[in-house]
């Protein structure tokens, strides 16, 4: 399983049904779970996580110090869950100890080729990077958000779970659970309808946020204020509560407008 020009320290932890393709480097304290296979050419360097049934392809980075002027060599971690798929030249960072020490990425994710996740990022489930996006550090990416290509998400900015982002878009903001954002600076583009449409969300609940939207963008209120008016809505959907939670507790840098 492990092909014989492959570089695996000994004091690396890899399941027996790991594969690891040639020139591949494993370093110490990396820990590989049952089902994962790993390319040509791909470097991880602990300490590292990494869960089941990955499939991580050829030059990939994980593990990497961060890319931080402030790291001092101290033990940090990047931590991987299960099926994802790992493109070409993805590039993920441990965390830094002013940041909490750890990056993570959750399940279920596609992350295509050159994408790249700095110092203290977290990534959630079932999202999907396109080629070339990228997160600076500190960001914070919900569940189920799509990342067009080549875009980039500036330090410490989160994104709320089906929220959508064009190609090359540059965010500044936080962006709102289910709104489209597109653009250089990125601007609010709409519902991600599609989106919701996709995973299943009810016409009846598209329609009801779709009136959320429009509190927060078409009606001039402010973020206080709109939050007011939210959560009246949230009462017949409950789908609301997200963008009651987002805005009153979790975005911290204000919205994208």
Not at 94 to 103: D, K, P
Not at 179 to 186: D, E, H, Q, S, Y
Not at 214 to 221: R, S, V
């Amino acid at each position: 399983m492990i092909h014989p020009q492959a570089i695996v320290d000994p004091k690396a932890e890899l399941d027996s049904s790991v594969q690891v393709g040639p020139f591949s480097v494993i370093e110490a304290n990396v820990q590989i779970d049952a089902g994962t296979e790993i390319g040509s050419h791909v470097v991880v360097k602990g300490p590292t996580r990494i869960g089941k049934n990955n499939r991580i392809y050829q030059f990939a980075s994980l593990g990497e110090v961060p890319q931080d002027k402030k790291y001092a060599g101290e033990p940090t971690r990047l931590e991987i869950g299960d099926d994802n798929e790992i493109r070409e030249y993805c590039t993920m960072n441990r965390g830094t100890e002013q940041g909490g020490g750890l990056t993570s990425i959750g399940n279920d994710n596609w992350l295509m080729a050159y994408t790249h996740f700095a110092h203290d990022c977290h990534v959630g489930s079932h999202t999907i990077f396109a080629n070339g996006a990228s997160l600076a550090g500190h960001v914070e990416i919900d569940d189920h958000v799509i990342l067009g290509g080549f875009s980039l998400v500036h330090q410490f900015c989160s994104m709320g779970e089906y929220s959508f982002s064009g190609a090359g878009s540059v965010i500044f903001k936080d962006v709102p659970p289910y709104v489209t954002v597109w653009g250089n600076r990125a601007e609010s583009y709409g519902l991600n309808k599609e989106g919701l449409k996709r995973n299943g969300f009810s016409p009846e609940a598209i329609r009801t946020l779709y009136q959320a939207y429009k509190i927060i963008y078409k009606q001039g209120f402010t973020v206080e204020e709109a939050i007011v008016e939210l959560k009246k809505l949230a009462e017949t959907c409950p789908e609301v509560n997200r963008l009651v939670e987002f805005l009153d507790k979790r975005s911290a840098r204000g919205i994208v407008r």
